[in-house]
């Protein structure tokens, strides 16, 4: 019966894929990943304290839907999946393939936006699947690493990727939305990252650290907002902004009054292009966190200040990492001693570049200046000028007010899961309850080896 | 010399005289019908020996050698009731018709006028209750699903529902309606595709259980197969003409219990605004808010001047029967006129339906017209054709949206159920039915901002009917051919092509001023099954005491499903217009093609000893196109006995026992899959601009499937006592299901979302029991009873290596339906209490309940135990009969009433003062003691999100599922009319639930037909259905 075979073949979808397509789809749904209503709008942003939520406001106080979580989970390894088959099809099948871009740049830059995610996974659970992921059929029910195996693969990661790149071969001829295959961008992304991870282990692991910095320093990072790597979206749904769409039919989230009052104290020129006016014409924080009876109320009643207009138009772009970030770090390698340089010249051209970018260049120098005569390099300062420039990057703002333990200007939430995990703010985020169900035993283990899975265990990267 | 014959006719039962008895010399071809008291003469017969032939409806055919040998011969005829002589054959697979006593296995047959009493439009659905062995779960929704399980679900992730047959064709029965549909995430139930088949051309319906009983239709009927023999023009003297006619009304009944005390809002007191009207919150969509003590406020609608009360004040009053007030009563009409005729030679039926509906919702219809021709022709003495052909044209506007979607888009009961106002006026006449602004824009209750008309979250629940309503038409035909050779009396050759295919259509809209963004989505559905089939058949005997039937046949099936479905991006431009082309941006396509091939090599033989002694083989072989080359072709045999002991001389002379028979029957069914599960291929996603986007698939396939095989057991026994007046069948049946082809879900961090892999078991075992009886009986009244009972115990075995779960779906808030190892199919797994050692919930020190923090089995949907009694009573031509029909456990996960008391809705929420007083919770805190502390009533009822165990609720229920009264008139009334029977009847569907365990819902409502059940989210509510119906054969 030979015959019968033929009617098995799938008119619907092709049996082999360019990688240009590949790579499109997973920058887009990576962003997506990161940028969505969920993810940003009801976690980073919340966790970070960005934003609150105006009206059912579970999740601002730390009571996240199970649904969320698994899909969170899911959709990074599920972006990881797909590098990993750029990856494997320019190995595999180099000849095929190089047509859509030198293969060991089509590579690296598959390694880089994986040590991208690789980092916004154990930034947020801490222990994860990592050396034995992506095991497919052969092996479903992978083991936990715990964060300092990955934060070291990362590392390592990056390293591979910023060399292998070869900027004078092709990079990816199509389908490259972050930067349309300049593969010196690219690199520069490479070291970026790496100083992103790095410092975030800085107490951790400060040797380590300190080599990456220097090494990353060295191969180039960041040198302006021109470099910035970030995912532009298009004005057609279902190809814009998340937060644009979310903001469609429904208005959960305001900024909160910890941002808004931080900035409205110094005179900060970057809010106009953080929150819209309130219909008082006045910017006005909500507070975070407020019970399901009160935020009604508060709704209802009182004026309060939106995300701005530029965060959400159709086509703002999702944030992967910004120029000023490495300023911010190289501020901080000088004052840890890692790299030579006065740190408060770094952080001043930090929120510099941060302004800049914010305010695409409407800013006067001297209106900049005087900002930053408000907010004169300090630890304090220098922990709130970081957390502010990471403005819609949720999980970066958070884990640095993790890492920084940044707290004077955050406000606690009313009753909630508050007060059930030991520490005044989230330390992390719980496990997917999928993982309970699908794979146990494994993570259990590091359960084990972590500390409860709760949002009061802290990662290792957190050490005091 | 000639003679003449006279006679007159009797029913045999009652010896009432029977007028319009076809009375037919076959020899002359003449005839006549009998007068006003069943008289009949013919004149002028030549002298000889003839077939004298009585037919008449509903009666069996009566043939006699009369000799007509002097002047006068007298010839009176009894004849029975055809009922009576359905009794002893039955339709088995294949349409092969079998003497019950020769099966050795379990068939439960249901006459034609048992499933039309009521006419309901869906045709599963008036099995209800009457299948032992059955579980069906009917939707409340318009043209909505039935669902039917037999002896419980044997399949993991495939179809769980038998094969329907019609007159050999199976039908199509899928319903393409969504997962999140199916798990309560909301979407359309567009029903299952086999509620077409019409109740009027019914003749018989014959339920074979057990695979045994089907495994002649192979991979399909695991399951079972529910087989249906139409009507057709048999013997007919004369032109026969049937015409019915009902018309039925609904109505809701059941809704939940609302408080009406408070208004809407969030908690605290109304605002005052700057002319110093109190000014209600009407952006929260929950019922919190100040007591409806009449104060003067200003109300939603006195920002416009559509109802003349702009600026004005109204009382904060409240409208207990708001919710009632929405509802319409439907209204179903159904009208059947059916011709039929038939000799020796040829015969016919044709058949017209027209069933119109007007829904319970503000604008819903649904209409289905029918034609239907069933004809056989004799060509010669050996060559007989027969074609059936049946067209349905169906279609529906304004089917409601079930369950819970975050869009609020399409479901009304969300916003009376799950979050908003209880005191908003809906009546005739209110502000609610002015819909829109001058300006065209909505008008609705949920203001965010009344002055400048931006809605929150609720549309106005009306604009939800009127404007985001849905439409859809499907067409269908379904028939067969047939030609069939008689060799001889012993050997047929037979050969039938039998197809069904629908297109279907349906576009759903989001019109533009709602709160979401508008849009239109339009599918074209083609679904297509052929089959060929030739059958060599040897009828015979082998000696005196053995009979031998046996048959060899080739069957090839073809299956094609094509879809198109485009749903338009970034809303409407224009308002009002519904075409893909009016979509903002590029409209989003899904474009599906699959087709698959199955041949089959089928035998079968039957031995019969003394017609006491029977023993059937089958052996079939298929080969399927979604197999791998290697592993495709599959065999499974089937055999099974039957003694009818009571034929032993040891029962002779005795008069308790009058029929026994004991059955034993052992089957194999193997089951391939769908088509294109072997190989990894890339989905598409939206281009990006102008970047095409593949990606991995999330389901990792797998090349190499072997089929899924079902093996089964059962044994029965039929008895039947006093001359037949007490009836006792018992079977006990187990089916275990191996090698399920299954993508069963793994951890995402492995690089898929689900493998699918050949694992997992299922048992099922269970008996099932029928009794009737027949306490009284005179010659003018008859009182039955008929009691049918099964329980199934149904256990998932086990899984592949380290997986011991199956996730079917996510029900919405947290809830999901599992297959899991050790656990009954449809496992509910979610957040439970924490419990002391003593079994009382925990209280945190906050005043709410500790959720564990691991998730575990809450319950499942499969009942313990389902049941069925019906019971009617007959005098003369007057007859009343009642069905009930209930369960005894199982669960349902209710979403209504998780946020029907968060949002203060549901009256629970204001009884006994709680608002005021607060709520004292149930339990112990951290050290043990009994909580004493009042905690207050919102914070109380809000604090169960989240703990999935506070909204699984016990299922059973008993109901009373159908009740008619018929009379017929009697003959000689109508002996003057050119009109041979006349029954009127009044009957009831749904009429009342007697008893549950889940509060504010109807426990026993379905969602969707699909594998997913028990779980409850804006539930529409149930329908009691009145009607009156009146039948008449010309």
Not at chain 1, 236 to 241: C, D, F, L, T
Not at chain 2, 68 to 73: F, N
Not at chain 2, 321 to 335: A, L, P, Q, R, Y
Not at chain 2, 760 to 766: D, M, P
């Amino acid at each position: 019966c030979d015959s019968l075979t033929s009617y098995n073949e799938n008119p619907n979808e092709p049996q082999e894929a360019r990688t240009t397509y590949l790579l499109t789809n997973v920058q887009k749904s990576l962003s997506d990943t990161q940028w969505d209503d969920f993810n940003l709008g009801r976690f980073g942003n919340l966790y970070a304290q960005y934003w609150s939520q105006t009206q059912y406001t579970d999740e601002s106080r730390y009571s996240p839907r199970t649904g969320s979580i698994n899909s969170m989970w899911a959709d990074y390894y599920l972006n990881i999946r797909d590098l990993e088959e750029i990856i494997r099809l320019n190995r595999e099948n180099p000849d095929k393939y190089k047509g859509y871009g030198a293969n060991q740049n089509q590579i690296a830059v598959a390694k880089i936006l994986k040590a991208w995610s690789y980092q916004m996974i154990t930034d947020v659970w801490g222990a994860a699947p990592y050396k034995d992921a992506m095991g497919g059929r052969e092996n479903p029910s992978p083991k936990y690493s715990s964060q300092e195996e990955i934060y070291t693969g990362i590392i390592k990661t990056l390293t591979e990727a910023s060399d292998s790149i070869d900027v004078n071969a092709s990079g990816f001829t199509a389908g490259d939305v972050i930067y349309d295959g300049n593969m010196t961008k690219w690199k520069k992304f490479a070291n970026s990252l790496k100083m992103r991870a790095a410092m975030r282990i800085a107490d951790a692991k400060p040797q380590l650290a300190n080599t990456a910095i220097n090494e990353a320093i060295s191969a180039g990072a960041f040198e302006s907002n021109e470099d910035n790597a970030v995912f532009t979206y298009k004005t057609a749904v279902p190809n814009n902004n998340p937060i644009n769409e979310a903001f469609k039919n429904r208005n959960d989230f305001a900024v909160s009054e910890a941002l808004v009052g931080l900035m409205k104290s110094n005179s900060d020129p970057r809010l106009p292009f953080y929150a819209d006016p309130a219909s008082t014409g006045d910017y006005l924080g909500y507070p975070y966190g407020l019970s399901n009876g009160a935020a009604p109320k508060y709704f209802a009643d009182q004026p309060f200040s939106y995300p701005s207009s530029k965060v959400r138009d159709a086509t703002a772009p999702a944030l992967y990492m910004l120029y000023d970030e490495v300023l911010f770090i190289k501020a901080e390698a000088a004052e840890r001693g890692y790299i030579s340089g006065t740190p408060a010249n770094f952080y001043e051209q930090a929120i510099e570049a941060s302004i800049n970018y914010w305010s695409n260049e409407s800013v006067s120098q001297s209106d900049i200046s005087s900002y930053i005569a408000n907010v004169p390099y300090n630890a304090s300062n220098f922990a709130q000028q970081k957390w502010l420039a990471l403005y819609m990057q949720g999980v970066q703002g958070w884990s640095e007010f993790r890492r920084l333990d940044f707290t004077g200007v955050l406000q606690q939430p009313a009753a909630g899961k508050k007060g059930t995990f030991g520490t005044d703010f989230p330390q992390r985020y719980p496990y997917p309850n999928e993982e309970y169900n699908l794979n146990q035993t494994n993570l259990k283990a590091a359960i084990e080896m972590q500390g409860a899975d709760n949002q009061g265990t802290k990662l290792w990267w957190d050490q005091n | 010399q000639t003679g003449t014959l006279t006679g007159t006719v009797t029913d045999a039962s009652t010896g009432e005289s029977l007028p319009g008895v076809n009375i037919y010399i076959l020899d002359i071809e003449r005839g006549t019908a009998t007068g006003p008291e069943g008289q009949f003469t013919i004149e002028d017969i030549e002298y000889g020996t003839y077939t004298v032939r009585a037919t008449y409806v509903g009666y069996q055919t009566y043939k006699q050698q009369v000799t007509i040998d002097q002047a006068d011969v007298k010839l009176n005829i009894s004849i029975g009731q055809s009922t009576q002589q359905l009794e002893d054959v039955v339709v088995t697979a294949l349409g092969i018709e079998r003497k019950e006593k020769s099966l050795g296995y379990s068939v439960q047959k249901i006459s034609g006028e048992d499933v039309s009493k009521v006419r309901e439009t869906n045709f599963v659905s008036s099995l209800t209750g009457k299948v032992a062995g059955a579980n069906i779960s009917n939707s409340s929704t318009m043209g909505g699903s039935s669902r039917i399980v037999i002896r419980g679900a044997k399949s993991v992730a495939g179809n769980n529902q038998p094969l329907f047959v019609v007159d050999g064709v199976p039908i199509n029965n899928s319903n393409f309606t969504s997962t999140a549909q199916q798990s309560g995430g909301g979407g359309y139930d567009y029903g299952n595709a086999a509620q077409i088949i019409n109740p009027n051309n019914i003749a018989s319906v014959s339920v074979l259980k057990g695979p045994s009983a089907s495994a002649l239709y192979g991979s399909r009927a695991a399951n079972g197969v529910i087989q249906i023999t139409t009507k057709d023009g048999s013997l007919t003297e004369g032109i026969g003409i049937t015409v019915n006619s009902g018309v039925k009304v609904k109505k809701v009944y059941g809704l939940p219990d609302y408080q009406n005390e408070y208004g809407g809002g969030g908690q605290g007191p109304f605002k005052m605004n700057s002319q110093g009207q109190l000014v209600p919150d009407y952006a929260t969509d929950t019922s919190w808010g100040p007591p409806l003590d009449g104060r003067m406020v200003r109300e939603w609608f006195s920002y416009d001047d559509v109802d003349g009360k702009m600026g004005e004040t109204t009382p904060w009053d409240a409208h207990p029967d708001n919710i009632k007030n929405f509802f319409n009563t439907g209204i179903e009409n159904n009208n059947n006129i059916s011709l039929y005729n038939g000799t020796d030679t040829y015969n016919y039926r044709i058949s017209l339906t027209n069933v119109n509906n007007e829904g319970i919702l503000p604008n819903s219809s649904m209409q289905r017209n029918e034609v239907s021709f069933n004809g056989s022709l004799k060509l010669t003495d050996k060559l007989t054709t027969s074609i059936s052909t049946n067209y349905v044209y169906s279609k529906a506007e304004g089917r409601v949206g079930t369950g819970y979607n975050s869009g609020n888009t399409l479901n009304p009961m969300l916003q009376f159920n799950h979050f908003g106002q209880r005191q908003i006026d809906l009546s005739e006449g209110s502000p609610m039915r002015n819909l829109t602004r001058p300006d065209g824009t909505q008008r609705t209750w949920n203001w965010a901002d009344p002055v400048a008309g931006t809605i929150n979250y609720a549309d106005n629940p009306f604009w939800l009917r009127e404007k985001n309503y849905q439409d859809d038409d499907k067409q269908r035909i379904y028939g067969n051919f047939t030609a069939s050779y008689d060799f001889n009396s012993n050997l047929n050759l037979e050969t039938k092509l039998l197809t069904d295919f629908y297109t279907s259509r349906r576009g759903e809209r989001v019109a533009v001023y709602s709160s979401a963004t508008s849009r239109y989505s339009e599918g074209i559905r083609e679904v297509q099954e052929t089959n060929s089939r030739t059958t060599l058949t040897y009828t015979g005997s082998l000696n005196e005491d053995i009979s031998l039937d046996a048959f060899v046949a080739g069957n090839i099936r073809y299956n094609q499903y094509n879809r198109n479905i485009g749903q338009t991006q970034g809303g409407l431009s224009a308002p009002g217009i519904y075409s893909l082309e009016n979509s903002i941006d590029r409209p989003d396509i899904d474009d599906h093609n699959q087709e698959s091939m199955v041949y089959s090599l089928i035998s079968s033989a039957s031995l019969g000893y003394k017609e006491m002694l029977y023993l059937d083989g089958t052996l079939r072989n298929d080969w399927s196109s979604t197999l791998p080359e290697d592993n495709n072709s599959y065999l499974y045999p089937s055999i099974t006995g039957s003694l009818v002991f009571s034929e032993l001389g040891i029962f002779e002379d005795q008069d308790i026992l009058s029929y026994g028979k004991l059955r034993i029957g052992y089957a194999k069914v193997g089951s391939d899959t769908s088509p294109y599960r072997l190989k990894n291929t890339y989905p598409f996603s939206t281009p990006f601009g102008s970047s095409p986007q593949l990606s991995v698939s999330n389901t990792l396939n797998n090349s190499n499937l072997k089929p899924e095989t079902t093996y089964s057991w059962e044994v029965g026994t039929e008895l039947s006592f006093f001359n037949n007046r007490l009836g006792l069948d018992v079977t006990l049946y187990k089916d275990n299901t191996e090698d399920q082809i299954l993508a069963v879900d793994v951890s995402p961090a492995s690089g898929s979302n689900s493998q699918l892999i050949n694992a997992g078991e299922i048992e099922n075992k269970g008996v099932e029991v029928m009794l009737d009886g027949t306490p009284v009986q005179t010659k003018n009244f008859q009182w039955d009873v008929t009691v049918n009972w099964s329980k199934n115990k149904n256990k998932v075995v086990q899984f592949a290596g380290d997986i011991s779960n199956y996730r079917l779906a996510n029900a919405p808030f947290g809830l999901s339906i599992n297959a899991r190892e050790g656990e009954p199919y449809g496992a509910f797994v979610g957040t439970d209490y924490v419990y002391d050692g003593n079994g009382n919930k925990v209280i945190a020190p906050n005043g709410n309940y500790k959720q564990a923090s691991d998730q575990s089995v809450l319950g499942s949907y499969v009942p313990d135990w389902t049941g069925g009694l019906s019971t009617s009573i007959s005098y003369k031509g007057l007859s009343a009969s009642i069905t009930f029909n209930g369960q005894k456990g199982g669960d349902v996960y209710s979403v209504s009433n998780l946020w029907g008391k968060y949002s203060g809705m549901f009256a629970a929420t204001a009884e006994n003062d709680v608002r005021e007083l607060g709520v004292v919770p149930q339990g112990v805190d951290a050290n043990g003691n009994a909580w004493t502390k009042e905690v207050p009533a919102v914070d109380f009822f809000q604090s169960f999100y989240g703990l999935e165990a506070a909204f699984v609720y016990d299922a059973s229920y008993i109901k009373i599922q159908e009740a008619t009264v018929g009379y017929d008139l009697p003959r000689k009334w109508l002996s003057s009319l050119p009109i041979r029977s006349l029954r009127v009847s009044l009957v009831g569907r749904n009429l009342a639930m007697l008893f549950k365990n889940a509060p504010n819902i109807d426990p026993s409502i379905a969602i969707s037909a699909g594998n997913v059940q028990g779980v409850e989210a804006g539930q529409i509510p149930p329908q009691r259905t009145l009607g009156f119906n009146i039948s008449m054969d010309l």
